[in-house]
């Protein structure tokens, strides 16, 4: 069954500890898509400038993502984010945001996107998530991302659409931002009251707590000997899990559960190089490989009776 | 099989946000004996003041621990630690520190001491865990914990230490601190190829990740929303894990991940309370049952073939 993401597609200059690269490919849009069409066929909607290339749009060529939603705008430069992130990982501080094409985004979805399965509202301005929501012919799962920012600058819009979707992917300091309650379990359960079934928590590289109305999940990441550019692993992440639960008839716990460490696997892939770079070399066999490295990591046995 | 364990009974004095104790049991001995006690028979060694009354010492009774070795030093009180959390319990700060009877602390363990199979050596100077070990007839594991002061303090004293132990158990912080790697399995392997087999890394809210020369293994905390008093949770971890460890025939990866889950169980118990207060209501089967929870909260199915 087949994903709508509405998301930017990216020029990033990133410096990490290991390495810089001045304008490679990047974008909520771009990892999750990528990311997706590895279980399930993806619609793209973005938009980007002039400055986009046949060359730079190969990341999405021979994989199941069509890109009749991919804008662009002639006289502009697609969206730009510059970066840093010091020898902790966990934290990017932004040297500069371009937004360019993205001032003038206005997503209007074609009937193939307004009807697929599912729908993922990547970061964004939470009236725009909305405006993209109504557009679409109820999708059997609805997920977001957001950011800090919109917590403090859009807070009413962001409440709104919590109570829109099914699914929230957020990250744990957001949580703690926006209920303003340490406990990150009980701000979970503050949110979900708006209405979302799922709280999807990424907690960086301590991994992902997936809380529902009836159980919890925590999910380890998976603890590489060598991160190198932790860009894009939440898009990524997102990718992962709803492109596995698009796959899967039923969106229940036993699923929800392999479509968060299928989201984890492919997070892994894309910290080991920049931008895309190793989302680009790998198989869905090094991804199903991955997998069993999973359960091998978390796996403890029952007590002797 | 039994456990001697070398480690602090000490008064605490705590301030969370949701409460305040002016003096309640606390120390590394006193968590570790009563979390390990729930498998396997202990022999407390530490010391005590003129200020520790029966009263105090019924934290021990009806348990399987020795208190032969629980030396009390006349005209002198108990070492008395104070501190304060915020509503990041991650970070204890201490407000206070009075060595009091620790400063002349030199134990000296007996034949039963001595010959038991299982050694921990909680946070102490590195020489004095090293005169303890010396005293012993080569345990079938011994362990140590340590913390950042002696890491700078007596760095050459710990590197010792680290070559002379089977099983470390230490901070995440440590890790990065005593390698100066921010990549912390990248820190555990440094530390591994100084002797130990095992490095057992303390990560709070986020569980413990273990690794060996190997395998990993990742374990998360278990979620509560009532987080109250962290005070004690390593020491009680360690108390757990060893305590199960001590109670098998076998130390090899099937039995040291149960031992994980089992230390993060009882760790989960001691923070819903001040002091020992929690860890003193519960039975094994209260133990049993959230080792069970654990199972759920981590379990995730294999992919369909």
């Not at 990311?35 to 021979?62: R, W, Y």
Request: charged share 25%; net charge negative.
């Amino acid at each position: 069954m087949s994903i709508t993401v509405v998301g930017t597609v990216a020029f990033d200059a990133i410096e990490t500890p290991f390495g810089k690269v001045d304008r490679c490919i990047g974008g909520s849009a771009t990892y999750f898509s990528v990311a997706a069409s590895f279980f399930s066929p993806v619609n793209l909607v973005s938009v980007i400038g002039d400055d986009f290339t046949e060359q730079d749009a190969s990341v999405f060529k021979g994989r199941n993502i069509n890109l009749d939603g991919l804008q662009r705008i002639h006289g502009e430069k697609s969206f730009f984010w510059s970066g840093e992130y010091g020898f902790d990982l966990n934290v990017a501080k932004t040297r500069e945001t371009q937004m360019n094409v993205l001032a003038q985004f206005q997503p209007r979805l074609n009937e193939q996107q307004r009807t697929a399965d599912v729908l993922f509202l990547a970061n964004a301005q939470p009236d725009l998530q909305f405006d993209v929501l109504k557009q679409c012919k109820r999708p059997r799962v609805v997920a977001l991302d957001t950011m800090n920012y919109w917590i403090t600058s859009a807070r009413e819009s962001l409440t709104r659409m919590f109570g829109e979707v099914d699914l929230i992917v957020i990250n744990e300091a957001e949580v703690r931002q926006y209920t303003e309650e340490a406990n990150v379990v009980k701000g979970a359960r503050q949110i979900l009251d708006l209405g979302a079934t799922t709280l999807v928590i990424k907690r960086g590289e301590y991994g992902v707590l997936m809380v529902t109305k009836d159980a919890i999940f925590a999910a380890p990441a998976y603890p590489l000997e060598n991160v190198f550019d932790p860009t894009g692993a939440g898009d990524t992440f997102a990718g992962g899990f709803l492109g596995y639960l698009a796959s899967r008839r039923e969106a229940h716990d036993k699923e929800l559960r392999r479509a968060i460490v299928f989201g984890s696997v492919l997070a892994s892939f894309t910290v080991e190089k920049f931008s895309l770079d190793r989302l680009r070399e790998i198989t869905l066999s090094d991804v199903l490989e991955r997998y069993q490295d999973f359960r091998a990591l978390t796996h403890f046995e029952d007590v002797d009776r």
